[in-house]
């Protein structure tokens, strides 16, 4: 059973932190693993990845760290300094394949069901 199941999201002021956590199952553990959050009314956008090293979104950089557990095949993105715009509901994603860019939606082969982060 492929499945990646997200949790950690919540509401918090801003300035606060969130830790999100990505399990995987199955084949939805890979190489490349990222996160990405959509907004309302916006498209979906990249924001973190792993790969052996790391890749962040200019929005997110310095203030979230991807990280990655490979026994507990879990992936993490520690959320601090967040602002109100940081607002969106988030998914982790896996993809089979390195090739291509990291931030490119339509490469990822599993998702997540999304967490919700709320910052006001």
């Known amino acids: 059973h492929v499945q990646l199941v997200e949790s950690g999201g919540g509401s918090v002021q801003a300035g606060g932190s969130l830790r999100l956590s990505c399990t995987a199952s199955?084949?939805?553990?890979?190489?490349?693993m990222g996160w990405f959050r959509q907004a309302p009314g916006k498209e979906r956008e990249a924001i973190a990845a792993?790969?052996?090293?790391?890749f962040y979104a200019d929005s997110v950089k310095g203030r979230f760290t991807i990280s990655r557990d490979n026994a507990k095949k879990t992936v993490y993105l520690q959320m601090n300094s967040l602002r109100p715009e940081d607002t969106a509901m988030y998914y982790c994603?896996?993809?089979?394949?390195?090739?291509?860019?990291?931030?490119?939606?339509?490469?990822?082969?599993?998702w997540g069901q999304g967490t919700q982060v709320t910052v006001s």
């Open positions: 994603a896996s993809r089979l394949t390195a090739s291509g860019s990291w931030t490119q939606v339509g490469a990822y082969n599993y």
């Open positions: 199955g084949y939805a553990y890979s190489n490349l």
């Open positions: 792993f790969s052996g090293i790391t």
